[in-house]
């Protein structure tokens, strides 16, 4: 589902370091929700999934239910894809600007970025 650009949009104010500290502090467990990002050609897209499982190895992995459109289902704690951390996908906690728009098994779209801008 295409929607208009959302106040907040791409990342929602969600940084690296940000990201890792709500995974460090919200006391996450498998079956809750985080939404994965992804980007491409000034598209912004988004999905809802939930957690899987938690390694507790070296370092931290969170394991999804589904994957973005590149790099696997395994994001690190500061919401890097493990497979492809250089990637435009990234796991972000869930946002309220998100939650009215997005469902299991539908994915949110819009454009952030335009040409010659």
């Given at each position: ?26 006391g ?11 980007t ?32 696997g ?45």
């Open positions: 589902m295409q929607v208009e650009v959302l106040p907040g949009a791409p990342l929602f104010g969600w940084d690296y370091d940000s990201v890792r500290n709500y995974v460090n502090t919200c996450l467990k498998v079956g809750d929700s985080m939404v994965i990002y992804s491409e050609n000034g598209v912004s897209n988004y999905r809802l999934a939930r957690i899987v499982r938690m390694d507790q190895t070296k370092e931290f992995r969170i394991v999804l239910d589904r994957n973005g459109p590149i790099g289902r395994a994001f690190y704690q500061t919401g890097k894809n493990c497979r492809a951390p250089n990637s435009g996908t990234r796991m972000l906690p869930p946002n309220s600007e998100l939650a009215e728009h997005l469902t299991f098994g539908n994915h949110v779209s819009m454009v952030t970025q335009f040409e010659g801008a």
